[in-house]
């Protein structure tokens, strides 16, 4: 959490108490509190319930909850924002390989998997259309160049690329160093 998001988090909390704390306390006991915490979370251990409000607050990487403690103004983020830059890109399949193609990844390897997470690739889909591959992920971390450098330096992924990239015919029209064209987002709606 960077500086300026921590400061935006101790006015919320200290508004939170200011506005909130002449109001009557909700009718909640503590029993249902903590009945009501369980419910939410099965197995868990609960603490003796404090009153707190719930405050959003919108800062340039995202919106965030946070409870603010009325007893101690104490403020807890309960939701941190994951921004995700979405990204698109196509590629040609070679002819005739398309079978060969949708098997591989029809059962990609853990290894592969595991090597695109730790790169902060989420929701990442391939589709395919008359001999193209459109490809769809979303990226989470904060160096993309960095996490693509570790991505490929993993020997499993490169042994998944030796198996996939002969199967692939890259456009023409693609960006020097590319391998899959590079696509711009014309329109987005969450």
Wanted: aromatic share 10%; hydrophobic share 45%; with cysteine.
């Amino acid at each position: 959490m960077n500086r300026a998001t921590a400061v935006l988090l101790v006015l919320a909390g200290l508004l939170a108490v200011a506005v909130f704390a002449s109001r009557p306390a909700p009718k909640v006991t503590a029993a249902s509190a903590k009945s009501t915490a369980l419910k939410q979370c099965p197995g868990a251990t609960v603490g003796e319930p404090t009153l707190a409000y719930l405050v959003t607050v919108r800062t340039k990487q995202g919106t965030q909850k946070v409870a603010v403690d009325t007893a101690t103004g104490r403020a807890t983020v309960l939701q941190s924002p994951v921004r995700a830059v979405r990204y698109g890109s196509v590629i040609r399949l070679r002819p005739g390989a398309y079978r060969r193609y949708a098997k591989l990844h029809a059962a990609v390897w853990p290894t592969v998997l595991a090597a695109l997470k730790r790169a902060n690739v989420r929701n990442y889909s391939i589709y395919e259309k008359d001999g193209y591959l459109f490809s769809y992920l979303e990226y989470t971390g904060g160096n993309y160049k960095a996490d693509m450098a570790k991505m490929a330096a993993d020997p499993a992924t490169q042994r998944w690329w030796s198996v996939c990239m002969p199967l692939q015919q890259p456009l023409k029209t693609r960006k020097p160093g590319e391998w899959w064209a590079s696509m711009k987002e014309l329109f987005h709606m969450d």
